[in-house]
C-alpha cells in the first residue's frame, strides 16, 4: 500500500490545522491506521490511531482533547484535524497503515506501511 500524507504548513500556537493521507489499492478498510510525528533530536511516536471501521480510535495523551482522527473508507483518507496547537506540537507528520490494532500500534510507535512525511510547525 502506499500513503501520501499533506495539510502540513506553519501556524500559529492555539491555531489550527487538518492532515489527509491517501492511500492506493483497493484493501484500504482493511488496515488500521495512524498518525505518528517526529520532532528533531526526537524518536517518532505514536499520535493517534483509528481502526479499520472506524468506530474505535485511539489517542496519544499529548493529543487527547485537541486531535481528531478519522476516516472515509470510500475515499481511501485518514485525517487527523489539530486545533489548539501548541509549539511542541511541531515535528514531522507520517501516516502509517497496519494490519494490527491500533493499541499495539501505540504500544511500539510504529506501523507497516508509511507514507512520506508533511512538516507541522506551530509558531509562538
Known amino acids: 500500500v502506499q500513503l501520501q500524507a499533506c495539510g502540513g504548513g506553519l501556524v500559529q500556537a492555539g491555531g489550527s490545522l487538518r492532515l489527509s493521507c491517501v492511500t492506493s489499492?483497493?484493501?484500504?478498510?482493511?488496515?488500521?491506521m495512524g498518525w505518528f510525528r517526529q520532532a528533531p533530536g526526537k524518536e517518532r511516536e505514536f499520535v493517534a490511531g483509528i481502526s479499520k471501521s472506524g468506530v474505535t480510535t485511539t489517542y496519544a495523551d499529548s493529543a487527547k482533547g485537541r486531535f481528531t482522527i478519522s476516516r472515509d473508507n470510500a475515499k481511501n483518507t485518514v485525517y487527523l484535524q489539530m486545533t489548539s496547537l501548541k509549539p511542541e506540537d511541531t515535528a514531522v507528520y507520517y501516516c502509517?497503515?497496519?494490519?494490527?490494532?491500533?493499541?499495539?500500534?501505540?504500544?511500539?510507535?510504529?506501523?507497516?506501511?508509511w507514507g512520506q512525511g508533511t512538516q507541522v510547525t506551530v509558531s509562538s
Open positions: 489499492g483497493r484493501t484500504f478498510n482493511s488496515y488500521t
Open positions: 502509517g497503515a497496519d494490519g494490527r490494532l491500533a493499541l499495539t500500534l501505540a504500544r511500539l510507535g510504529t506501523a507497516d506501511y
